[in-house]
């Protein structure tokens, strides 16, 4: 069974660092893209980037290029959105997800965590 | 960079009537890389329709997705209960390779 688990629920003060996980399991984990997905209190779905833990080829969205950094350890089938110095507008929920690209070429995130919410706040 | 509206913003139905939601595109979207979502409260997305067209495993067949070129559209031709959620269209584009999602139907209870 395909399965993404997410860490815990994380309370930061602004200026702070944070990494958050994404692990893997029951497919092959460096065979897969998984992006990070923002959704912000009571907002939509925003894609964040995305990287291909085989050879940690990473693309960001342009919104959040500079904000973020995506990286993942393929030999513990996890991937991590970290930030180095939170803003109280980074509080939201974090999704990762993987990404399915089928053998008609058809793009798509089939399996999603559970979410990682993030409150920063001082 | 593609941008996606969807309408309406909210539908507000009955448990066995049919919602159309709609997706358009700003500008158009090859059908392989559009896909729908649902979402419940306090649920992560769940994904419903892959390649336009196409039902996701264990999506009832009540789920139906169609369009081309810049607009789509989801269909749900009977409500159950379950069904009310926020569903969003996600679309990839390729120059630069980026994932977008539309901001969102809400289905609620008329």
């Known amino acids: 069974e395909v399965q993404l688990v997410q860490s815990g629920a994380e309370v930061k003060k602004p200026g702070e660092s944070l990494k958050i996980s994404c692990k893997g399991s029951?497919?092959?984990?460096?065979?897969?893209?998984i992006g990070w997905v923002r959704q912000m209190p009571g907002k939509g779905l925003e894609w964040m980037g995305i990287i291909y833990p085989g050879d940690s080829d990473t693309r960001y969205s342009p919104s959040f290029q500079g904000q973020v950094t995506i990286s993942a350890d393929k030999s513990i089938s996890t991937a991590y959105l970290q930030w180095s110095s939170l803003k109280a507008s980074d509080t939201a929920m974090y999704y990762c997800?993987?990404?399915?690209?089928?053998?008609?070429?058809?793009?798509?995130?089939?399996?999603w965590g559970q979410g990682t919410l993030v409150t920063v706040s001082s | 960079e593609i941008v996606l509206t969807q309408s309406p913003g909210t539908l507000s139905l009955s448990p066995g009537e049919r919602a159309t939601l709609s997706c358009r595109a700003s500008?158009?979207?090859?059908?392989?890389?559009l896909a729908w979502y649902q979402q419940k409260p306090g649920q992560a997305p769940r994904l419903l329709i892959y390649g336009a067209s196409s039902r996701a495993t264990g999506i009832p067949d009540r789920f139906s997705g169609s369009g081309s070129g810049t607009d789509f559209t989801l269909t749900i031709s009977r409500l159950e209960p379950e069904d009310f959620a926020v569903y969003y269209c996600q679309q990839y584009g390729s120059s630069p390779p980026m994932f977008t999602f539309g901001p969102g139907t809400k289905v609620d209870i008329k």
């Open positions: 997800a993987r990404h399915f690209n089928d053998y008609h070429g058809r793009y798509y995130f089939d399996y």
């Open positions: 029951g497919y092959s984990f460096t065979s897969y893209w």
């Open positions: 500008q158009s979207v090859s059908s392989s890389y």
